[in-house]
């Protein structure tokens, strides 16, 4: 069992930054993936931000490629999404998201545990 904890989001204008923060626990094993993910009003949720927990490589949608990045505290217990450069269309409910087995662009295998969501409104 994992267990995901979200802080931050909020409101901010075109251009800002925010970041948001992922506090994870539980069983270790089933939380060598993690990500980021989002869903806009209307939309299906997508994978924004997606890396092995402790690995080189990390999937980035285009929509957020040089304005976002995914990062992790040394054992993965926190898992960071800085967002930069925020425009309107990044707006959006925000979830955080551990598992097993990298698979790029479709994030994990399988999920263990997701967070909360939060909410990201960046106004023109």
């Known amino acids: 069992q994992v267990r995901l904890v979200q802080s931050g989001g909020g409101s901010v204008q075109t251009g800002g930054s925010l970041r948001l923060s992922c506090a994870v626990s539980?069983?270790?094993?089933?939380?060598?993936?993690i990500g980021w993910f989002r869903q806009a009003p209307e939309k299906e949720r997508e994978a924004i931000a997606v890396?092995?927990?402790?690995?080189?490589?990390?999937y980035y949608a285009d929509s957020v490629k040089g304005r976002f990045t995914i990062s992790q505290d040394n054992d993965a217990s926190t898992i960071y999404l800085q967002m930069n450069s925020l425009k309107p269309e990044d707006t959006a409910m925000y979830y955080c998201?551990?598992?097993?087995?990298?698979?790029?662009?479709?994030?994990?295998?399988?999920?263990?545990?997701w967070g909360q969501g939060t909410q990201v409104t960046v106004s023109s």
């Open positions: 998201a551990a598992g097993r087995g990298y698979i790029g662009s479709r994030g994990c295998i399988e999920y263990s545990g």
């Open positions: 539980g069983d270790t094993s089933s939380r060598n993936c």
């Open positions: 890396k092995p927990a402790g690995g080189l490589y990390t």
